[in-house]
């Protein structure tokens, strides 16, 4: 039987800011945080909050801010990684640890490698999915020397599959319209499955600076795309149009308006040079037409200089491959605990009956 999903809430002592978050398990079983990125919500996490809470992990998935019933901001610079680290160690503190097993997406991996090269003490391992180490928090200046110029030449494409974060950067209120206008048809869009055919192709976020705006521009008319169609049930669909009602789009926008200060964060702040010596896992998914871990290696080059235990594997999957392949993302955790981390689970007493 799986472990029920509960909901709590935390205001971190120092910034007094709320969070709601989502657990699963036995509260003394080791702790496994998950952090989500854009656009979602805690419950976008539920296949691995219900598969690792049967393994007797302790699951915390926070809504991130600008997301669900955590708070929100009008001023972009509160999304700055460096304002964001210090609450989810606070967060951990309150969850009466010192250290946790970091699951993070998309978005979620920004806070996760900046909480990792900053504070390695509170990561007993961690795990990214889609987007590799040294990439999103070091800014787009990075990101836009990845980029596959046989793909995207820079004639044509100058920002590559970049190119939807310049155009927030210049007008991220007619991104926050866009998305407001119709969040029930445009989050099924964004949320649509990955395929093969796509996946080597041009992104659709390489095209957003052309179109004034996502799925071919404000103007365009928005297909209502069949939710069968998407990798969502009703549960998380229903869940993320309704913090879109509660928070508007701006929180969302914001995560993108930090290059810099993140960048200078990154760079000035972390740690032995940014070098991870924690176990780290990478999960590509293959099918990922904008984080192309699986077939630009530029992408994961700075991963892998910097991570001195690094493990990766490939899904056949879309960029939100923890909710279309499941199963594979959650037993590739598992199974890299057991090798990695295996002092931490099964523990000691399992181990030697293993």
Known sequence: MSAPITSHTFTAPTSAKPYTYLTAGPSDGPLVILLH?????????????????????????????????????DDPSEF??????????????????????????DWGCGPL?????????????????????????????????????????????????????????????????????????????????????????????????????????PDAPTPDLPLDKTVLDQEIYDALVAGVQRNGWKGATAWYLNHAANRKYTLEKSV?????????????????????????????????????DLTEFVIQAGHWGNLECPEEVNSGIASWVLKSVRDWWPGPELKSRL
Request: net charge neutral.
């Open 80 to 105: 700055a990684l460096e304002k964001l680290v210090p609450d989810l160690l606070e967060l951990l503190k309150s969850l009466g640890r010192q250290d946790a097993l970091w699951i993070g997406h």
């Open 272 to 308: 032995d040079q940014g070098v991870l010596k924690m176990p780290v896992l990478f999960v590509h998914t293959e099918y990922d037409a904008v984080c192309q871990t699986a077939h630009n290696p530029k992408l994961v080059q700075a991963m892998r200089d910097h991570c001195r």
């Open 37 to 73: 990125g854009w656009p979602a919500v805690a419950l976008t996490w539920k296949p691995q909050l219900l598969s690792l809470s049967s393994l007797g992990f302790y699951c915390v998935a926070p809504d991130m801010p600008g997301y669900g019933g955590t708070w929100t901001s």
């Open 113 to 217: 490698y900046a909480l990792a090269s900053h504070h390695p003490e509170a990561c007993r391992a961690i795990v990214g999915i889609s987007v590799p180490y040294r990439t999103l928090e070091l800014g787009l200046p990075t990101l836009l020397d990845l980029i596959d110029r046989d793909l995207y030449p820079e004639s044509e494409f100058p920002w590559g599959q970049w190119d939807y974060q310049v155009f927030y950067e210049r007008d991220p209120k007619a991104i926050d319209r866009q998305f407001e206008s119709n969040p029930a048809k445009n989050l099924k869009l964004v949320y649509s499955r990955g395929s093969a055919q796509n996946a080597r192709g041009i992104a659709r976020t390489a095209q957003v600076t052309k179109h004034k705006g996502w799925f071919g521009g």
